[in-house]
């Protein structure tokens, strides 16, 4: 016989007796009662990390994630890029001291992202009206940006595109700013709803943030045309609001060059720009969590005042970030090897998104004659609002493993030349 000791009557006996059963379960009760969190509710799952979970528990060895934002290679694997590796490499050998860093991170690392973002014939870097502080990740960017127009400059509301990049919605709300949308996306033209988009922005008031996508929009993959560009930077300056460009794709769209054209227009047109930037997917660093926070200023007193209030709230939440992302990304910048290298793999990446864009659309013409999938290839980045539905999405997962988060936004970054055919198949099939 197993015997089992008794927490309520401390006895060893064969079983534990109904009376110290039901008293060990009202003590359990009144615990309950008496806890700080048990008002807590379940918080709803992550909706592109719970589709994970299904797909890991998918059986059919032909699934396919569409759902998550990551770049992955042809052969299905996230890709430790060749300049990467070397850096870190030189990195290591210099055994270096792991103590803090200033709270605005990597003075040299700051400069180069000025660099990339501006331009490296730009006046403005020599004007000292431009702060920039190295962030955990593009998230961190936004949440320290977001911070400072609430608490600092007293900002009441933002505008965000419709639909916008799930996180962004959480992200200024949780800062205490007022989430608003203005029209984007025209899903009859699966374009722009551009005279919308115009209407809506000319009727915001003063100060009214305004968070635009630089280049790649997440997740439709559609972007504003240069001369909508120049339409959207004038309403921003004749109204008074604050742009806030979020650009965590520069050179999968176009080029490193042509993506950052946005951000020039801005410096030219406006007085203040509010920039976040990540380097989660042109490094293919995602773990490092490595990205910056941008913010120009009127002058340069102004932006020296700036940045004391930045660091303030930096102090307060992470106090200062790590050494070895932001060391990866400078060793990179630096050596002008290295940034070759990497500007030669990121055009690597972006050219086989752009393969399996048309990869997709082509098969899909074949194997049903009347769908036209061609407004794809016109699609930038990683990501696509394919046009399907909620219905056709769930049908794509329950009958062929293919799965996409329900608005119908997938991420060609996940498509390669081994799983392209089955997942054209399965679409041709729900489409028709």
Known sequence: MNLVSCGICMNTCGTISPVCFLISNLISDQYMMNSAFSAVELAPSDPILGLTELFKSDNNPNKVNLGVGVYYDDNGN????????????????????????????????????????????????????????????????????????????????VWISDPSWANHQGIFSNAGLKVNVYPYYDPNTRGIAFDRMVEQ???????????????????????LTADQWQIVTDIVVDRGLIPFLDIAYQGFGSSLDEDGAVVRLFTEKCQNLVISNSFSKSFSLYGERIGGLSIMSGTAGEAKRVQSQLKRLIRTNYSSPPIHSGALVETVLADSELKAQWVNELTGMRERIKKMRLDLSTNIAKLCPGADFSFITQQKGMFSYSGLTKEQVIKLREEHSVYAVESGRICVAALNSQNVEFVSDAISKVIL
């Not at 400069?111 to 006046?123: M, N």
């Not at 915001?204 to 996508?213: G, K, R, W």
């Open 78 to 157: 996230v890709p430790l890029l060749s300049c990467v590796r070397l850096a870190e490499s030189k990195i290591v050998a210099k055994h270096r001291a792991r103590s803090y860093q200033p709270i605005e991170g990597n003075t040299q690392y700051n400069k180069l992202v000025q660099t990339l973002l501006f331009g490296s014939d730009s006046e403005l870097l020599n004007t000292n009206r431009i702060i920039t502080a190295q962030t955990l990740g593009g998230t961190g960017a936004l949440k320290v940006g977001a911070d400072f127009l609430r608490q600092i400059v007293g900002c009441s509301d």
């Open 201 to 223: 922005l000319k009727a915001l008031p003063q100060q009214a943030i305004v968070l635009l996508h630089a280049c790649c929009h997440n997740p439709t993959g559609v972007d």
